[in-house]
């Protein structure tokens, strides 16, 4: 039976089928030109099974593993490895896979981990490292950004006593990590900051009403923005072991804004429509106001039609999301929204050097009409004029999150390079697209091919060479 049901998933068939090899390789071959103002390491997480679990899998069940091009002088190599989570070299050891995923009953799994932290979702790079992060809140794992070998846990210098969540936000201008930390029992969300050089200086308690669950937060230069969104998981269900969650259409979004060393009690509420974000896009201070763009989710909880868990996972994965704004006013209590595009684009990038603070740019995937979450083009937003760009990438090829590579001396805020894997599934095989950002309708400046294929995954991240450990 298990071996049926995985067989007709189609998030383990084709571009999302795991690899089971880690590989190294040099000189790769480049159709056009690698520009000489490009020198970093483009790195992306996703998950990719160790071991086949029973039962009936989920595409978030997936063992993390880090796919990265290293790019210097023109030259660019390919590397890829597991993230070696607690959970991984336990089954590594065993091996055999222990836990069953998000569509299972969790009382099969071990006691002690009811759910597997994979580390499967981001990365964000701090203190000179990777830290590869899960989507529930689980162990920041430190990454070496150029072997990808895993270093361990990060726990600041042994202060962190919660987890984190997998969109932690680095500011680019002072090198601190700001975090959140959610779940099931009070208190039900805890935020905090580590320094630039990894000490943990600052953590708090966020009063909320109940378990929720939040997957993205925001940052200005003096605030950090949380979410009570009002899809979150039903208590009934968990108490049967089961994961399920539901969108409570009379519950408003309340936006908190506190300030980046603020007390608890400092955390100031704002109410807007009821509505789902997975990603947020930017936020920054303008006058009296927060200015917050994000991508709204369109339908948070699609109709249950009756047919099963399995069809469950693909309704609520096919994701359906518009650019969207708000406006929170700290003097009046105010909040303006409202829809900036009509376009299902998703996995926002921007230039990081721009995070807290005001920018102009975003760089979405554009989502595929498909069953399944395939992302077929990237389409660049003028935040300010309204104007967009797209990208895309052709028949039945299919990309990943492209963060933005500013170009060694940029003068401007798009001036520099998107990167990203892209999946051929004509010839089942995968290469790197570079994409000149101010110029998004020309074809790639360069494309990679790389030695394996790549399974389709979740979110990436830009270190610029200079930024390197070895660079320093």
């Known amino acids: 039976m298990t071996t049926l049901v995985q067989t007709i998933n189609p998030y383990l068939l084709g571009g999302y089928a795991p690899v089971g090899t880690e590989i190294e390789a040099e000189r790769l071959e480049v159709i056009g030109e690698i520009p000489k103002d490009l020198n970093g390491v483009y790195v992306r997480n996703g998950p990719n099974d160790q071991y086949p679990a029973g039962g009936r899998y989920h595409w978030f069940d997936g063992d993390g593993m880090l796919h990265a091009v290293h790019i210097e002088d023109g030259q660019v190599s390919y590397r890829n490895r597991w993230v070696r989570t607690t959970g991984f070299q336990r089954e590594s050891a065993a091996g055999t896979a222990l836990w069953t995923g998000l569509l299972e009953p969790m009382n099969a799994n071990p006691a002690d981990q009811p ?29 070496d950004p150029c072997t990808l070998e895993t270093l361990g846990v990060e726990n600041f210098r042994g202060k962190l006593r919660n987890n984190v969540s997998a969109h932690a936000k680095v500011d680019e201008h002072t090198g601190e990590l700001l975090f959140f930390d959610y779940g099931p029992r009070p208190p039900y969300m805890t935020y905090g900051v580590a320094s630039a050089a990894g000490d943990l200086t600052h953590v708090v308690p966020i009063d909320l009403p109940g378990p929720r669950s939040p997957h993205d937060m925001a940052i200005t230069e003096h605030y950090s923005i949380l979410f009570d ?13 089961r994961n399920k969650v539901k969108f409570h259409r009379d519950i408003p979004t309340r936006i908190g804004v506190i300030p980046r060393y603020g007390a608890s009690e400092s955390i100031r509420w704002f109410e807007a429509s009821p509505c789902y974000m997975y990603h947020t896009i930017n936020a920054w201070e303008e006058g009296d106001e927060i ?31 518009r650019l969207y704004s708000w406006r929170m006013n700290l003097k009046t209590g105010a909040v303006k929204e409202g829809f900036m595009d009509d376009a299902n684009t998703e996995f926002p990038t921007l230039n990081m050097n721009f995070l807290g603070r005001p920018s102009r740019y975003a760089y979405n995937v554009h989502i595929a009409p498909d069953p399944t979450l395939l992302f077929d083009g990237l389409v660049k937003y003028d935040t300010v004029t309204g104007q967009a760009w797209q990208h895309r990438f052709g028949p039945g090829r299919y990309g990943s999150e492209a963060p933005f590579a500013p170009r060694q001396g940029a003068t401007a805020e798009d001036d520099g390079y998107l990167l990203s894997f892209i999946y051929d599934a004509p010839s089942d095989t995968s290469e790197l697209l570079i994409i000149d950002a101010r110029d998004m309708l020309a074809e790639p400046v360069a494309r990679v091919r790389i030695p394996q294929r790549v399974p389709l995954g979740f979110h990436a991240c830009w270190v ?3 930024n390197l450990p070895r660079a320093r």
């Open 291 to 321: 200015v917050l763009l994000g991508c709204k989710v369109v339908e948070p909880e699609p109709p249950d039609r009756g047919e099963g868990e399995l069809a469950r996972m693909l309704q609520f994965l096919r994701l359906d999301a």
């Open 229 to 241: 969104m009002p899809l979150f998981a039903d208590q009934e269900a968990l108490k049967k072991g």
């Open 115 to 143: 759910l597997k932290d994979t580390a499967n979702t981001d990365l964000v790079y701090h203190n000179n490292q990777l830290l590869a992060l899960w989507y529930i809140s689980g162990k920041p794992y430190r990454v």
């Open 464 to 466: 610029p060479g200079e």
